[in-house]
C-alpha cells in the first residue's frame, strides 16, 4: 500500500536515520540538503520532489519502497493498538501519552 501522508514518510526516514546513527545534518550533507529543509522533510511539513526523495534514498542507502509503501501488518498492528488505546480510562491514556512522549524525547538525543 503507498503511503501519502508527509508524516508517516518523515517518520520512517527518521526511523531509518537513527538505525543508522546519522544526526540530521549528516543524512542532510549526505542528500545535499540544506539542514532545515532535512528537518522540514522528518517533521512531515515539507513536500518533496521526486528527486530530493531518490538523493535522501542513496544517502540512506534504501529504495524509495522502504519510504513509499506500508505493509498490511503495520497498518493492522496501528489499528490494534490505537483500539487498545480507546478502551482505556482517561488516566491510563494519560500514562500512555507521558510514556510514549518520554520515549519519542529519548529518540531525539
Known amino acids: 500500500m503507498l503511503v501519502f501522508d ?14 543508522l546513527g546519522l544526526t540530521q ?12 529543509a ?6 512531515g511539513t515539507a513536500n518533496m520532489r ?5 538523493r535522501i534514498c542513496n544517502a540512506l542507502h534504501i529504495t ?7 505493509s498490511k501488518e503495520t497498518k493492522n498492528k496501528e489499528r490494534e493498538i490505537f483500539e ?4 482505556c480510562t482517561l488516566n491510563e ?3 500512555a501519552l507521558k510514556l ?6 529519548s529518540l531525539n538525543k
Open 50 to 54: 521526486t528527486e530530493t526523495l531518490l
Open 64 to 70: 524509495p519502497d522502504e519510504i513509499l509503501t506500508e
Open 25 to 36: 545534518a549528516e543524512a542532510a550533507e549526505a542528500a545535499g540538503l540544506s539542514d532545515r
Open 38 to 43: 532535512y528537518a522540514d522533510i522528518e517533521r
Open 84 to 87: 487498545q488505546f480507546n478502551r
Open 6 to 19: 508527509f508524516y508517516k514518510i518523515g517518520s520512517k526516514l527518521f526511523s531509518i536515520r537513527k538505525k
Open 93 to 95: 491514556k494519560n500514562t
Open 100 to 105: 510514549l512522549e518520554v520515549y519519542l524525547n
